[in-house]
């Protein structure tokens, strides 16, 4: 656990890390579609994000922290965990895995859809813990993105 209102100081950061994400996606011409879950969501800052940029997606917030969970605007909460979750297979469209696979020992992708994104970053000493994770999706591409945090990122397609 650690707390959100230190956390909240990172927002400028992770926010940093979504334009060169979302950058990236559009010139790769992949699209979020219309139901996005958030595995290990925090404060919620994809969904922060997502509305300041006026992209038009529901998202469910899921992470394992009851009390940074209520601080997430996220449309729907879910207090579950991201290695077994809760969800029917395929109702995702994409899927967002942000600073948290490093803690996961897998990350449940069955609730993608089929051709559905899986979007994982983490900070770029983790870089090895990523790679060994087991996804059952494709990988699309890979990148560095160099902003203040420096963060390995994976998109992969199911
Ligand atoms: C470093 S924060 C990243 C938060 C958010 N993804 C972001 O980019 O701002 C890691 C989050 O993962 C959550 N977490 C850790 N283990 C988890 C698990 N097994 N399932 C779901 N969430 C988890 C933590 O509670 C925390 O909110």
């Not at 925090?42 to 529901?58: I, S, T």
């Not at 994982?120 to 990988?139: G, Q």
């Not at 560095?144 to 990122?153: A, H, I, Q, W």
Request: charged share 30%; proline share 2%.
């Amino acid at each position: 656990m650690f707390s959100s209102k230190i956390y909240k100081s990172w927002r400028e950061i992770q926010f940093e890390k979504f334009d060169n994400i979302f950058e990236k996606l559009r010139k790769l011409g992949l699209d979020l579609g219309k139901l996005v879950l958030d595995a290990g969501s925090g404060n919620g800052f994809l969904k922060e994000y997502l509305k300041a940029h006026d992209v038009d997606v529901e998202v469910v917030a899921l992470d394992v922290d009851l009390e940074i969970l209520l601080e997430n605007s996220s449309d729907y909460k879910v207090l579950g965990d991201a290695n077994f979750t809760p969800f029917k297979r395929g109702v995702f469209d994409a899927i967002f895995c942000i600073d948290v696979a490093h803690l996961l020992k897998r990350l449940d992708t069955s609730p993608l859809k089929s051709s559905g994104l899986l979007v994982i970053a983490v900070p770029y000493r983790f870089k090895e813990r990523i790679n060994s994770l087991k996804v059952d999706a494709e990988k699309v591409f890979e990148f560095v993105s160099d902003g203040r945090e420096k963060e390995y990122v994976k998109i992969f397609q199911r």
